[in-house]
């Protein structure tokens, strides 16, 4: 959460042994934001889960509330996975000139992107003032011998609008990590798939 002072506040999360699940609240002028997480991992799948709720007031005299909610999960890998995303958020901004952002980005850490995706909303432009907005991705193929940075942005600013009147925005945002199955398990699937239709055919005949 950065108020309109510019005075940074957050939590910083290290050394993660699984299962791991956590939150916290941040509370400052009528703003609350709010967080959980839930993270499990072995050597087969990796799960990252964060609950997110966000509100920030109006501000009248000039100057910018800025209010929001940002995670970055790094991880490195020595084989190849399939990353999968399962995201969601849901605003509402009352009268005023505000706004509300989210965002969505996987990618190796300097190096190529694999998910970038978002919504903003400035009802002052014509966007609507309440909505929700969905990021989903499946099986993208993460190479090995890298390191990667998952980040979730849920963020409200306020340029003008009645203090008492709370803007909200929040979601969820679900990171899956498994390892490219073997190329056995691969033809495995395959003679399976293969026994399966030769079986119809023969009964089809």
Request: glycine share 12%.
């Amino acid at each position: 959460m950065v108020p309109a002072s510019g005075n940074p506040r957050g939590v910083i999360i290290s050394n993660v042994t699984s299962p791991f699940v956590g939150s916290h609240t941040v509370t400052w002028q009528g703003a609350t934001n709010s967080a959980s997480y839930d993270i499990s991992f072995d050597s087969r799948q990796l799960d990252f889960r964060a609950d997110v709720s966000v509100t920030a007031p109006g501000i009248t005299g000039g100057g910018i509330f800025t209010s929001g909610c940002t995670g970055n999960v790094q991880f490195t890998t020595d084989t190849d996975v399939l990353l999968s995303v399962d995201s969601h958020m849901q605003y509402h901004l009352p009268p005023g000139d505000r706004s509300a952002v989210y965002n969505i980005i996987v990618g190796a850490i300097g190096g190529p992107g694999y998910v970038s995706d978002g919504f903003a909303s400035s009802p002052v432009f014509g966007d609507p003032p309440s909505g929700e907005y969905s990021v989903q991705a499946q099986d993208i193929r993460l190479p090995a011998g890298a390191a990667y940075s998952m980040n979730y942005e849920y963020t409200l600013r306020s340029f003008s609008g009645s203090p008492t009147l709370l803007s909200t925005n929040g979601g969820h945002a679900v990171f899956t990590i498994r390892p490219v199955p073997e190329p056995a398990t691969a033809l495995l699937l395959l003679a399976g798939i293969t026994a399966v239709a030769r079986r119809r055919r023969a009964q089809a005949s």
